[in-house]
């Protein structure tokens, strides 16, 4: 049996920056898909790992996207929580004024 190997390090896929944060660790962030049966890309994975600033990089662009798909939409949006599922609160005063002031969605995952 071989021993469990750690990672040290990950790599950014896009621009191969180290995504280590000294004192933190590793950061960073996966784009993932797994195609089956009845998509165009059946059998198909992917997974690209990515540096804080590559990721939010590729954020920017879909935000861009979907601003552009809806820009006539009557729904007013935002795109400041599209694909964010939590957003991290780092102090108890900053959470308690947030959950008393802020509409439901800012917790949610975005549209
Ligand atoms: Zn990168």
């Known amino acids: ?5 750690s ?5 950014c896929d896009v621009c191969g920056n180290s995504t280590h944060v000294k004192e933190y660790g590793l950061q960073f962030g996966t784009l993932r898909a797994n195609w089956c049966y009845g998509s165009a890309h059946d059998g198909e994975r992917y997974e690209i790992g990515l540096c804080e600033p590559c990721f939010f990089r ?3 662009g879909l935000r861009r996207d979907r ?3 809806f ?3 009557d729904e007013g949006q935002d795109l400041s929580v599209l694909g964010m599922l939590l957003a991290m609160i780092f ?3 900053v959470a308690l004024d ?9 917790y949610q995952r975005g549209a």
């Open 98 to 106: 947030l959950l008393t002031s802020l509409p439901r969605q800012h």
């Open 7 to 11: 990672v040290s390090d990950v790599q």
């Open 91 to 93: 102090s108890m005063t």
């Open 67 to 69: 601003m552009v798909n």
């Open 1 to 5: 049996m071989e021993p469990i190997k």
């Open 58 to 60: 590729t954020l920017l």
């Open 71 to 73: 820009m006539f939409s």
